[in-house]
């Protein structure tokens, strides 16, 4: 980065109106070295995590990331958070170009963003207390509380649905779902503008990962924090996302509004997504069948990709322009605003609308008719 590169103002010297960019990347690329050969180890290839990627996510939006395991949707997450740095491509926070900030020029902004990882039993040091787990940012940042820290990490222990007198415990007194709320906990303790949040309920029992949505959920709705919110699962990120980008072996083929993703899918590889997620009969009336779609052979080695587009050798659509051109990242007729598609042979934007394909489990179901009611 330049000398003369001025980083974002702390977030008391700027306030960031709904809609507009937080943070936008541009062609991010993350290329892991694979080495081989002996007796010198020599690189031999490359693992291409993600290959070229957009996204934009603005202020105060939730923003899911889905896609299958390997397809590069918790790299992207590090790199955004800065715990990697990219091959190539632009990070963008606030206007400002951080992707090759040194760790002293990313200082004013890194309490900003937030990340809350997957495994609650990983990310938490058995050996301090909750007390300070949480208090541990403010430390390293320098801040100070009105009332002293202790004093605010009782109150997040509040936010979050613990017991403020937990502070002096330890992690392995917790159950996973409450090791996830002291990590939501943490994530909270520098009060950031952006959350990333790395399949943050994969790791949980199916009752309580409702219960951690729920509170995500009232988190980003109560405090205005943007999350970009990382799964696999289908109906947890309908139920939080207002924005929804699917990758695929590193890409980015399909992006946009919550309702226009799930209903009317323009990308094959959505369309088999969508078809693939689980029926829960709850009436116990006889569901009419409907579509699926099993893909063929598996997902082709990140090593070494297919050339054009990725999806083409599970894809019951590929011809030969598939395998020549890469379909690039766009809005199609037919489609919303919004909604970009990457893809020479996109599916019938008329197809029906997927509302009963797309069925939430119980617990979920019930938070969400609860949200309606209110």
């Known amino acids: 980065?330049?000398?003369?590169?001025?980083?974002?103002?702390?977030?008391?010297?700027?306030?960031?109106?709904?809609?507009?960019?937080?943070?936008?990347?541009?062609?991010?690329?993350?290329?892991?070295?694979?080495?081989?050969?002996?007796?010198?180890?020599?690189?031999?290839?490359?693992?291409?995590?993600?290959?070229?990627?957009?996204?934009?996510?603005?202020?105060?939006?939730?923003?899911?990331?889905?896609?299958?395991?390997?397809?590069?949707?918790?790299?992207?997450?590090?790199?955004?958070?800065?715990?990697?740095?990219?091959?190539?491509?632009?990070i963008s926070y606030r206007g400002k170009d951080i992707t090759r900030a040194t760790r002293r020029e990313l200082a004013p902004i890194r309490s900003e963003i937030q990340m809350i990882f997957q495994d609650p039993y990983a990310s938490l040091n058995p050996r301090q207390t909750v007390g300070k787990i949480i208090s541990g940012p403010m430390e390293i940042n320098g801040l100070q509380p009105d009332g002293g820290r202790?004093?605010?990490?009782?109150?997040?222990?509040?936010?979050?649905?613990?017991?403020?007198?937990?502070?002096?415990?330890?992690?392995?007194?917790?159950?996973?779902?409450?090791?996830?709320?002291?990590?939501?906990?943490?994530?909270?303790?520098?009060?950031?503008?952006?959350?990333?949040?790395?399949?943050?309920?994969?790791?949980l029992d199916v009752s309580i990962q409702a219960q951690v949505v729920n509170l995500l959920q009232k988190v980003q709705q109560e405090l205005g924090i943007a999350f970009l919110f990382i799964a696999h699962d289908l109906a947890v990120v309908r139920h939080f996302s207002q924005r929804v980008a699917v990758m695929y072996l590193g890409k980015v083929i399909e992006v946009g509004d919550r309702d226009s993703i799930y209903t009317r899918p323009r990308h094959p590889y959505t369309h088999a997504l969508l078809s693939a997620v689980p029926e829960v009969n709850i009436t116990g009336e006889e569901a009419a069948q409907r579509e699926r779609i099993r893909l063929a052979g598996d997902v082709p080695s990140p090593i070494s990709p297919p050339s054009g587009c990725r999806f083409r050798t599970r894809c019951w659509k590929a011809q030969d322009k598939c395998a020549s051109e890469e379909p690039p990242l766009v809005q199609l007729s037919g489609n919303h605003t919004g909604h970009l598609t990457a893809c020479h042979f996109p599916e019938d934007p008329t197809i029906e609308a997927r509302d009963e394909d797309i069925v939430l489990d119980p617990a979920l179901a019930a938070l969400e008719e609860g949200a309606e009611d209110d």
């Open 1 to 90: 980065m330049t000398e003369d590169l001025v980083l974002p103002a702390p977030r008391d010297a700027v306030t960031d109106a709904p809609g507009e960019p937080l943070l936008e990347v541009e062609k991010l690329v993350k290329h892991f070295p694979v080495k081989g050969g002996f007796p010198i180890r020599r690189t031999v290839g490359q693992v291409q995590a993600v290959d070229g990627i957009d996204l934009t996510v603005h202020v105060g939006e939730s923003f899911g990331l889905v896609g299958e395991s390997g397809c590069g949707k918790s790299t992207t997450g590090r790199l955004i958070t800065k715990l990697l740095e990219p091959t190539r491509g632009r």
């Open 150 to 203: 202790e004093k605010r990490v009782r109150e997040l222990l509040e936010i979050v649905g613990l017991n403020p007198e937990h502070y002096n415990r330890f992690p392995h007194e917790f159950s996973g779902g409450q090791r996830q709320r002291i990590g939501v906990a943490r994530a909270l303790a520098l009060e950031p503008k952006l959350i990333v949040a790395d399949e943050p309920v994969s790791a």
